[in-house]
């Protein structure tokens, strides 16, 4: 069965960072392109970074933009989310996403989230 678990969230300082990882099963991971999305409290959910496959080309929200990279482990099925410069703006409740095509459809796959909260 498909499983996404994200780690690594927690408390930090403004200007501070977090490495945040997401570990894959049940699908075949280095075929699917992978997103991290995160929601704010009382705000919707929004896509913050995408990593492709095949090729691993990348894209941000503009929110992120040379603050955050994503980049995946194919031998290792993970998915990192590196965020630097971190503002009281990215807290929020961050997760992992899959979309995996089946029977000519897709489905979204979700991990249970992990909080992050800047605040000095």
């Known amino acids: 069965q498909v499983q996404l678990v994200e780690s690594g969230g927690g408390l930090v300082q403004p200007g501070g960072s977090l490495r945040l990882s997401c570990l894959a099963s049940g699908f075949a991971f280095s075929m699917t392109s992978m997103r991290w999305y995160r929601q704010p409290p009382g705000k919707e959910r929004e896509s913050v970074a995408v990593?492709?496959?095949?090729?691993?080309?990348?894209d941000y929200a503009d929110s992120v933009k040379g603050r955050f990279t994503i980049s995946r482990d194919n031998r290792k099925n993970i998915l990192c989310l590196q965020m630097n410069s971190l503002e009281p703006e990215d807290t929020a409740v961050y997760y992992c996403n899959a979309q995996i095509w089946r029977n000519g459809a897709p489905l979204d796959y979700w991990g249970r989230g992990t909080q992050v909260t800047v605040s000095s």
């Open positions: 990593i492709r496959a095949p090729g691993d080309s990348t």
